[in-house]
């Protein structure tokens, strides 16, 4: 008896499925040493302006916080980051590959082409994005994107926009997390 190939080729995806990893997650970035400093200086930089219109959204973020017009989170003494986003209180726990609170549950995840997955739920609204260095792609809320590399740290289409990553933003090597995250968040969610 011969077996049939679509019965075939259904095992050896569920197989496959089933050995796959689906990444690794990004590691914390340190916290700094000493107090919260008093300035903030900006060590990266997220920036997304609309191609046809005169608008734009900006993060930014050092140590300590990720400020911008829709977010305002300080990384508090017991760890957990305090502020709002997009006028709404907020409270959100980080570990390795994970930022989570109340309506949000977000993975960051290192795959094995060296681009970073996020991925989730924020506040209800649907999050999956990959950056790459030559590649942004996804959606988070409404906001749907395919951005290709049009210089260093800046990603862009046609249609859609310009995102620049800048200062630590732009080294997706070694992501300062969960800062760039939080900062793409700020300025992708609709």
């Known amino acids: 008896m011969k077996p ?7 095992l050896a995806a569920l ?3 089933a050995t796959a990893s689906p990444g690794a997650p990004v590691a914390l970035s340190p916290v700094p040493p000493g ?6 200086h900006a060590s990266g930089e997220v920036l997304w302006a609309y191609v046809r219109q005169e608008s734009t959204r900006r993060a930014s973020y050092d140590g300590w916080r990720v400020t911008g017009p829709s977010v305002s989170l300080v990384r508090g003494p017991d760890g957990l980051w305090h502020g ?7 409270l959100l726990a980080a570990v390795p590959g994970k930022i989570t609170g109340t309506g949000i549950d977000i ?7 060296g681009s970073i997955a996020v991925s989730g739920s924020w506040l209800g609204a649907p999050v ?3 950056l790459a260095g030559d590649r942004v792609r996804g959606s988070a809320g ?5 951005l290709w590399r049009a210089g260093p740290g800046m990603y862009s289409n046609d249609a859609a926009g310009l995102l620049t990553l800048a200062g630590d933003a732009a080294r997706l090597e070694e992501p300062v997390m969960p800062q760039l995250p939080l900062a793409m968040l700020a300025v992708l969610l609709q």
Do not use: H, K
Not at 5 to 10: H, I, N, R
Not at 35 to 40: D, G, I, R, S, T
Not at 142 to 146: E, Q, T, V, W, Y
């Open 128 to 130: 999956g994005f990959q």
């Open 35 to 40: 107090p919260v400093a008093l300035e903030f």
């Open 4 to 10: 049939r190939l679509p019965a075939a080729l259904g």
């Open 107 to 113: 993975s960051v995840l290192r795959q094995a082409d």
């Open 15 to 17: 197989v496959a499925c």
């Open 142 to 146: 409404a906001n749907s994107f395919d």
């Open 84 to 90: 709002t986003f997009q006028g709404r209180d907020a």
